[in-house]
């Protein structure tokens, strides 16, 4: 079973900030968080991946709260292909990533 | 670099045949490899767990013997599906990781139809 519950969908437009919230309330002292992206019939690509307070890269933002109970990834400014699923993923180093349902962006211009 | 590749990307076969696919990681050896199938509007399900060398480990619920998997060498894994079935049409897609890291590697995926 997957360990994370998230939105089954957003809407955003072009240009705008995107905030998606992921709930792990069981999260182990071991596990990472990571957020992929897939495409329709694509293989996810990783995005971003963190353990605690908050991770920036080119594409992401990831923020944890000192309890680590939830993540939240911030995509800025987004764009029209941006439109993608955004699967949030707790685990070990080592484990095998379980995909939960994921969340559905859709970005309108 | 951390490039995974599947070959075919697509494949068409009738049913009662057996298809392989190949997940080959491109730049960097994979100690384990993972195995997705992900039907229409649905989520990754996890088939299988391989370590190069060693019998690979299922899920359950996965059938080992219709859905073999082969992890020779520390770049390659096959899936074979065997007497495929029109419910066996479906997307595969394989992972790959560099052991004690994190971070999986997807590749592109093989989109199975069984006719």
């Known amino acids: 079973l997957a360990k994370t519950t998230q939105p089954i969908s957003m809407d955003s437009y072009e240009g705008q900030e995107v905030n998606i919230t992921c709930s792990h309330n069981n999260i182990a002292t071991n596990d990472y968080i990571t957020w992929y992206q897939q495409f329709p019939s694509q293989g996810p690509r990783f995005i971003i991946q963190?353990?605690?307070t908050k991770v920036t890269n080119e594409v992401a933002s990831l923020f944890i709260p000192a309890d680590r109970k939830s993540s939240t990834l911030s995509l800025p400014r987004v764009s029209l292909s941006d439109t993608a699923v955004y699967y949030c993923?707790?685990?070990?180093?080592?484990?095998?990533?379980?995909f939960g349902k994921g969340t559905t962006l859709s970005v309108s211009s | 670099g951390a490039v995974v590749s599947q070959h075919p990307s697509r494949v068409i076969c009738k049913s009662g045949t057996s298809v392989k696919i190949e997940c080959r990681s491109l730049d960097f050896q994979a100690t384990t490899m993972f195995w997705y199938r992900q039907f229409p509007k649905q989520s990754l399900m996890l088939m299988a767990t391989?370590?190069?060398?060693?019998?690979?480990?299922?899920e359950q619920g996965v059938e080992k013997d219709k859905f073999l998997i082969n992890h020779a060498s520390l770049t390659l894994s096959t899936l074979t599906v065997t007497s495929a079935h029109p419910e066996d049409s479906s997307f595969y897609i394989c992972?790959?990781?560099?052991?004690?890291?994190?971070?999986?590697?997807f590749g592109p995926g093989t989109r199975l139809t069984v006719l």
């Open positions: 391989s370590n190069e060398g060693s019998k690979a480990t299922y």
């Open positions: 993923l707790v685990s070990q180093a080592g484990t095998a990533l379980i």
């Open positions: 992972s790959a990781r560099v052991g004690g890291y994190n971070e999986q590697f």
């Open positions: 963190g353990y605690k």
